[in-house]
């Protein structure tokens, strides 16, 4: 076992939100993704990075066509990790000059269609249309179904994205970090329960107890999520410490630094050929974090692999946990 690699928060550095608006549909086309449906979580940030909410964003893709034991995600584009940071003050969003073009533009953050609190099982919203709360609660109540209470505790809000979304992300709150906020777009038929299980990959793994909230954590040991340091016993810090040694996480770091388009995934594919096998699915090379999110879907969605790449061994560091065991069959009995 080697010694944890030495993590702290990124330096400000300014992201492309040009990449973000490409969109899941271009990114998709540009991996060659074909196969069974996938969840993908996105991020990336837009503009200099500001104090408020960071999106954890998830979108539909579908897997590759290595046959694996998996069904979940796709690209990375933009919570990611998309992460779009989001101010706290009304400010006008920022005109940015895209790389290769030249074009000005502006980049607005995802807005809900409405936002509701959670109590309990239910959301609750006041002044929210009644067919608003209706739509919300058919996915919120799907949310509800698979996920048993004591694993969503955390989440004290829901935002309903619209359709055009497509996709998902979570973020702390602003009042408690230790709070989470779940953002789920309307419209994603049969991709639901991935999209779901994928964000509550997210929520598990960074719960407080997991990942003591402080996005100041310098000198951390383990591994700094963005929202704090990862505990050394932490679910993430293990996955880290066995899967994601930290010249990789520096040579991913460097791609996502990458300003022009062809370059970017001319590196991104020459990282996943030279990683064949290593992740569940395409988008999962994004980060650590995404990485444990679609592997903990793929556990839950597919039976226990018995193959000799690193994506099985990913799968297998689940089944080798009692609790993550119990706790898929409790979800698999709502699927």
């Keep these: ?13 300014s992201k492309r939100p040009w990449r973000a608006l490409l969109g899941v549909a271009v990114l998709a086309g540009a991996l060659g993704i074909v196969g069974t449906l996938a969840v993908v979580a996105v991020t990336e940030q837009a503009g200099p990075p500001a104090p408020g909410k960071a999106y954890t964003e998830t979108a539909l893709a579908e897997t590759p066509t290595t046959p694996l034991d998996t069904t979940t995600t796709a690209p ?13 003050e009304e400010v006008p969003p920022p005109t940015v000059t895209e790389p290769d073009t030249g074009d000005d533009f502006t980049f607005d953050e995802p807005a809900p269609v409405a936002t509701f609190d959670v109590e309990g099982d ?58 989470w906020v779940l953002g789920v777009s309307e419209g994603l038929g049969r991709d639901l329960d991935e ?33 704090g ?26 791609i996502y630094m990458i300003e022009d388009e062809d370059e970017y995934f001319d590196a991104l594919d020459t990282f996943l050929a030279e990683h064949e096998g290593a992740f569940v699915t395409e988008y999962a090379a994004t980060n650590p974090g995404e990485d444990l999110a679609d592997t903990i879907a793929v556990f839950i969605l597919t039976d226990r692999p018995d193959g000799d790449e690193v994506r099985d ?3 297998r560091f689940l089944w080798d946990d009692p609790v993550f065991v119990e706790l898929r069959e409790r979800i698999r009995a709502n699927l």
């Design 229 to 254: 340091c990862a505990l050394p016993d932490s679910t993430f810090a293990r996955f880290v410490e066995a899967f994601w040694p930290q010249d990789m996480i520096d040579e991913v770091d460097g």
């Design 76 to 88: 990375p584009a933009t919570t990611t990790t998309t992460t779009v940071a989001v101010q706290d």
């Design 1 to 13: 076992m080697t010694e944890p690699h030495m993590n702290v928060p990124e330096p400000d550095r």
């Design 122 to 179: 239910s959301l609750v919203a006041e002044g929210v249309p009644g067919d608003l709360g209706e739509r919300a609660d058919k996915v919120w109540n799907r949310f509800v179904e698979l996920v048993p209470p004591e694993e969503r505790s955390m989440v004290a809000a829901f935002e309903l994205m619209g359709i055009e979304y497509e996709g998902a992300h979570v973020y702390p709150t602003d009042d408690d970090p230790t709070r």
């Design 195 to 227: 999209t779901l299980l994928h964000e509550w990959g997210h929520l598990v793994t960074l719960s407080a107890s997991e990942v003591p909230p402080n996005p100041n954590a310098l000198g951390c040991k383990t591994y700094f999520t963005g929202e």
């Design 313 to 315: 061994d990913k799968v």
